[in-house]
């Protein structure tokens, strides 16, 4: 490709809304361009690394047997409806009825349809297994769309869906699954690791999220670098402390002016955090029997030098959302805002739900519902119960590990696929059957399996670009070579070289963006760095009296002279180097289950 003839405008300014590498440097090397908060469209050099990315899925996909199909994004209200997730999900889900008033909504992923569709085709076992994917448009309606493609509103994602009789065929086909991610993570250029997660509104037995570490990743990543127990911070555990072995003391009321805090409390009293307890107010989104949304206060209690983990709590109680309680709600159930506590509430109002450590440990220092007062040895059974005791705080780097208790480190990530184990929670709602060899029917055992593409892109270049552009790795660049031509009115063979050497590697089959423009040197130099191919080839007059050209390694730096009559092996030579350093990734084990 000419780059007189290419469609594209490189800025040398950083925009002003983009904060993070990915976001400035897909819009400086035009690539992509804003349409609206979150809404982006591709450039021609952006939309080669789009279909590249999205080919490396297809072979992958192709691989473990995956068989490509299109669903709609535009998706009736029914079928939502019988998964009970029209219901379930918020403002996230993009609403619209047509011109005869039927619900209808922009697909935010397909379960619904998907196992509609093959309810309707599947009838009989000798049909199972099989996986459908697909690399289509969907929609989430975001608050704060951030981080250019990382997250966005509008975004492009293969999404797959296995179907077995069992979970014991789910069970074998998840690693093929697992493996093939890893795959395509290393063909992309991308190092990842993969971590348990919150099966969130996917549902499901279990989850993985691959996740590339980066400091403007929006997940907390525990890791254990003794034992290798990796999980985000939503699910993570840890072995907590085995608290002191005392005898219940009498509860006692003391006056703590101005201790709000945890802190403050703790340095009033000369105590550490460890022996407080402390009180989190929410209100949660939950069902009734009928199956309806109806709101519920909850009282969350934690020891005090540990943070509440909201995941965790969710799911302890099955709540749809969460969000913190207004002083007018706590005040009306007895607490006060600042000095709560379980004591003397009015427990019919409110689900009480306590951390597993806080109901073992001794004489701890609480709220006692009025302001400036706290009471001494409050003890879990004589002066509170709990409606729930779980696990319900949250990992964090320096907490022991749960498998081996060495310490636990935190790193910030973005998530860039996800794996589920859904089970039967789609086919049972959505009549998804099929009959045995008894002719006796079951649920269809489900798999999804997530990869979005925009993000991947970005997050290659979070971890692959420097002060002067995008590195990319060869497999997903947008062409191969840049071939600079320094050529100037004064010398036309410069011109003559560097197109013959145009056409000798795009016979060749080698993806070449040539740089043909009447630019100065400079802007052409800037330009190939911002861009970022692996390979620059540039063509100048003192090189051609030599017989030779200059070839620069993007992500190296280092450079080499080629012989002009020589230029397609010497091009072909580099290319094979680029492509053995992406073979060369390290690449994690996948589980046995």
């Known amino acids: 490709m000419r780059m007189s003839k290419l469609f594209f405008q490189t800025l040398r300014e950083v925009p002003a809304d983009a904060e993070i590498a990915s976001h400035q440097l897909l819009l400086r090397a035009s690539l992509v361009r804003q349409v609206a908060a979150g809404i982006f469209e591709y450039l021609p050099l952006g939309q080669r690394v789009k279909q590249k990315v999205?080919?490396?899925?297809?072979?992958?996909?192709?691989?473990?047997?995956?068989?490509?199909?299109?669903?709609?994004?535009?998706?009736?209200?029914?079928?939502?409806?019988?998964?009970?997730?029209?219901?379930?999900?918020?403002?996230?889900?993009?609403?619209?009825?047509d011109r005869n008033g039927r619900d209808y909504c922009l697909g935010m992923t397909h379960e619904e349809v998907i196992t509609d569709l093959v309810a309707q085709t599947v009838n009989s076992y000798r049909?199972?297994?099989?996986?459908?994917?697909?690399?289509?448009?969907?929609?989430?309606?975001?608050?704060?769309?951030?981080?250019?493609?990382?997250?966005?509103?509008?975004?492009?994602?293969?999404?797959?869906?296995?179907?077995?009789?069992?979970?014991?065929?789910?069970?074998?086909?998840?690693?093929?699954?697992?493996?093939?991610?890893?795959?395509?993570?290393?063909?992309?250029?991308?190092?990842?690791?993969?971590?348990?997660?919150?099966?969130?509104?996917?549902?499901?037995?279990?989850?993985?999220?691959?996740?590339?570490?980066?400091?403007?990743?929006?997940?907390?990543?525990?890791?254990?670098d003794h034992c290798g127990y990796k999980a985000n911070r939503q699910v993570?555990?840890?072995?907590?402390?085995?608290?002191?072995?005392?005898?219940?003391?009498?509860?006692?009321?003391v006056h703590t002016p101005g201790a709000h805090t945890i802190a403050e409390l703790a340095a009033f009293l000369d105590i550490p955090e460890s022996r407080t307890a402390k009180a989190v107010f929410l209100v949660a989104e939950v069902e009734d029997e009928e199956g309806q949304p109806r709101e519920q206060f909850v009282f969350a209690v934690v020891r005090g030098d540990m943070e509440l983990n909201e995941t965790k709590l969710a799911n302890a109680i099955k709540a749809r959302h969460l969000r913190p309680a207004r002083p007018e709600e706590i005040q009306a159930i007895g607490a006060e805002p600042g000095f709560g506590s379980p004591?003397?509430?009015?427990?019919?109002?409110?689900?009480?739900?306590?951390?597993?450590?806080?109901?073992?440990?001794?004489?701890?220092?609480?709220?006692?519902?009025?302001?400036?007062?706290?009471?001494?040895?409050?003890?879990?059974?004589?002066?509170?119960?709990?409606?729930?005791?779980?696990?319900?705080?949250?990992?964090?780097?320096?907490?022991?590990?749960?498998?081996?208790?060495?310490?636990?480190?935190?790193?910030?990530?973005v998530e860039v696929g996800n794996i589920f184990k859904l089970g039967t929670k789609y086919s049972k709602a959505m009549g998804a059957t099929y009959l045995d060899e008894k002719g006796e029917s079951h649920p269809i055992v489900m798999g999804c399996y997530g990869i979005g593409t925009g993000r991947l892109?970005?997050?290659?270049?979070?971890?692959?670009?420097?002060?002067?552009?995008?590195?990319?790795?060869?497999?997903?660049?947008?062409?191969?070579?840049?071939?600079?031509?320094?050529?100037?009115?004064?010398?036309?063979e410069v011109a003559e070289a560097a197109d013959a050497i145009y056409q000798q590697l795009t016979q060749a089959g080698i993806e070449v963006l040539y740089d043909d423009r009447d630019e100065r040197a400079g802007v052409k130099f800037n330009d190939a760095d911002l861009i970022g191919l692996p390979v620059r080839l540039t063509v100048g007059g003192r090189g051609l009296k030599?017989?030779?050209?200059?070839?620069?390694?993007?992500?190296?730096?280092?450079?080499?002279?080629?012989?002009?009559?020589?230029v397609v092996a010497g091009v072909q030579a580099a290319l094979d180097e680029e492509w053995a350093w992406i073979r060369s990734l390290p690449k994690e084990e996948v589980p046995v289950s």
Not at 174 to 198: F, H, K, M, T
Not at 391 to 407: F, K, T
């Open 546 to 566: 030599k017989g030779v050209v200059e070839l620069k390694f993007r992500r190296s730096g280092e450079s080499r002279e080629i012989p002009v009559d020589d």
């Open 236 to 253: 993570a555990t840890f072995r907590k402390p085995e608290p002191p072995q005392e005898e219940p003391l009498p509860l006692e009321e």
């Open 127 to 224: 049909q199972l297994p099989f996986m459908l994917y697909q690399i289509q448009t969907k929609f989430r309606d975001e608050p704060r769309p951030r981080g250019g493609l990382i997250r966005v509103r509008e975004f492009t994602m293969k999404d797959g869906y296995s179907f077995h009789a069992d979970f014991r065929g789910l069970d074998d086909y998840y690693p093929r699954v697992y493996q093939a991610y890893l795959n395509i993570y290393q063909r992309c250029g991308l190092e990842v690791i993969a971590v348990e997660s919150d099966t969130g509104m996917m549902g499901g037995t279990m989850a993985h999220e691959f996740m590339a570490l980066t400091p403007v990743g929006e997940d907390t990543i525990i890791i254990c």
């Open 54 to 97: 999205e080919q490396i899925m297809r072979e992958e996909m192709n691989a473990i047997e995956g068989q490509e199909i299109t669903m709609p994004i535009v998706q009736p209200a029914e079928l939502w409806q019988r998964s009970g997730r029209w219901y379930e999900i918020g403002d996230d889900m993009a609403r619209f009825k």
């Open 343 to 413: 004591i003397g509430i009015q427990r019919d109002r409110v689900l009480v739900v306590v951390d597993d450590l806080v109901a073992r440990s001794p004489n701890l220092v609480a709220g006692a519902n009025k302001p400036d007062t706290h009471y001494r040895n409050v003890n879990y059974g004589r002066d509170f119960t709990a409606d729930i005791v779980a696990d319900i705080v949250a990992a964090a780097a320096g907490y022991p590990c749960p498998v081996c208790g060495h310490p636990l480190r935190a790193e910030r990530g």
């Open 457 to 492: 892109i970005a997050s290659v270049i979070e971890r692959s670009h420097d002060e002067q552009g995008i590195i990319w790795p060869v497999s997903i660049a947008p062409y191969h070579v840049a071939l600079v031509s320094l050529a100037t009115s004064k010398t036309p």
